[in-house]
């Protein structure tokens, strides 16, 4: 399955903007790059996502590699609420017509007051 | 807002018995998954389903069942539970050709 890596864990402080790396070497061209995050005791959260352009909503900013092999999410502005596993992931086709998801580790992001 | 309900939020297992976790979606969503979170391990897909009484295989499905009575119920069952499927289950929903999955809160099986 394709894979993603990212660092184990990152720091920041509240007000600051954190760039959140992944690589993703294995990319095809038609798997979408996905990042959700979690919090203690809740199920991932959808963050955003993009295949090739860079896309920015309330919640991130998506910059993509022209080669598309690693991304970075940016987060401007943290707060403590920021704080979670930040998980890349690769959406892939499978059989048929199902998509999945594929899951790595993810990275925690701490942010201090 | 997109809902998925999960329960029961937590449980402990005995060795050998049977478990059923229970989900619940609100999004009128075609495709229901079974994910279970171990540390170390990102989240792996153990089954899915895109249509009522109907289930799919994920990456693990040895051990678990699964059932989907509905659009909108999707079960896991363990049959026999075993220490090693002690770990976090989360259950999700998503269209076709999705754009987001939702996920539930997740429940906590200990098998003891």
């Known amino acids: 399955d394709a894979k993603t890596t990212q660092p184990d864990s990152m720091e920041s402080t509240e007000g600051e903007t954190v760039h959140l790396p992944c690589s993703h070497a294995t990319i095809s061209g038609n798997e979408y790059i996905y990042w959700y995050r979690q919090v203690p005791l809740q199920g991932p959260e959808y963050v955003t996502h993009g295949l090739q352009q860079n896309t920015t909503n309330s919640m991130a900013f998506l910059a993509i590699a022209s080669d598309r092999k690693s991304s970075t999410l940016i987060l401007t502005h943290v707060s403590l609420r920021d704080a979670a596993v930040y998980h890349c992931?690769?959406?892939?086709?499978?059989?048929?017509?199902?998509?999945?998801?594929?899951f790595g580790l993810g990275t925690t992001l701490q942010v201090q007051p | 807002e997109a809902a998925v309900t999960q329960s029961p939020r937590s449980k402990v297992a005995v060795t050998g018995g049977k478990v059923t976790l229970s989900c619940h979606q609100t999004n009128n969503h075609d495709y229901m998954y079974w994910y279970r979170q171990d540390t170390g391990h990102g989240l792996r897909l153990i089954h899915y389903?895109?249509?009522?009484?109907?289930?799919e295989k994920g990456d693990i499905p040895d051990g678990y069942k699964a059932s989907r009575p509905s659009q909108e119920n999707f079960s896991l069952i363990l049959e026999l539970a075993s220490l090693s499927q002690t770990a976090v289950y989360f259950c999700?929903?998503?269209?076709?050709?999705?754009?987001?999955?939702?996920f539930g809160k997740g429940t906590r099986l200990t098998v003891v």
């Open positions: 992931i690769l959406r892939v086709a499978w059989t048929g017509n199902t998509r999945k998801l594929i």
């Open positions: 389903s895109y249509v009522a009484d109907s289930t």
């Open positions: 999700a929903s998503s269209q076709q050709g999705f754009t987001e999955v939702f």
